[in-house]
């Protein structure tokens, strides 16, 4: 087991709450049918757009997408430039943030409530902070690319991105670079935990529980699809299963190595979706 036995669990907890908080997040957004017939959706704020792409299409633009943000990412690592990395992290957060606070809050309210969760991220370093925001990040961000996608695209979308996750971290290694960058810099796209190990030398070090913002966001995209075509319980079953795949990977972690998480998690999402084919 990589972490200790209280950080593996809780680790495991927080992905669970994250994929819980974004479910109700995604719903309020999701269009509703009222008796009367008519159908109403709530607007993203900011007057926020949706990519307009096809639903059957919608993973190679997506997918494309994801590719040009690590390129650019690659280039804030090469040159060093934590400030303009700091600069796109504070940005994001703070729309993500706007649009899952929206889900429950005046537009004003939530636009101040991010800026301030997004600038303690940024100075504050404070663990509860960045991984209570981080329970809200991904709910806001699948608000806005869940319905853009149908089951099928988001299952090809994300055997795209174990694939690519798998090649990153055992080949190229670009992804474990990425994360010791972001270390390096200070702020973390994802959970993070820091805790004490005492190592054979009977010597206290530090050491941090990560799991990247990615493996959480992805991993919701497809429970949110399954949201909207489905049910809550559907998508609640399939986000527990995934969780579940995510323990047995933290078990059979070792300490001191990188693994591409997307491939596990992607099974477990492909497995939560049969036992809803079979129980609902």
Known sequence: ???????????????????????????????????????????????????????????????IIILISTAIALIFIKFQLFKLWKLWFFISIALTLTIAFNAFISQMAAIVLAIILALFKLFKQSTIINNLAEIFIYGGLAAIFVPLFNLT??????????????????????????????????????????????????KIEFTTAILGGGDIGFTLFFSGVILKEFSLLAALITSFVTTLALIVLLFSAKKGKFYPAMPILTLGCFLGYLIVKFII
């Open 1 to 63: 087991m990589k972490h200790t036995l209280l950080i593996t669990i809780t680790l495991a907890l927080l992905f669970l709450a994250s994929h819980f908080t974004g479910l109700i997040i995604i719903d309020k957004y999701l269009p509703k049918t009222l008796p009367s017939g008519e159908i109403v959706e709530k607007e993203l704020p900011l007057n926020i757009e949706r990519p307009q792409v096809e639903e059957t299409t919608s993973y190679l633009p997506i997918f």
């Open 153 to 202: 695209s988001i299952s090809i979308l994300l055997v795209l991105i174990s694939i690519y996750d798998f090649y990153s971290v055992y080949k190229s290694k670009h992804m474990i670079k990425l994360a010791k960058f972001q270390t390096k810099a200070k702020v973390f796209t994802g959970l993070n935990i820091p805790y004490k190990i005492k190592t054979r030398g009977k």
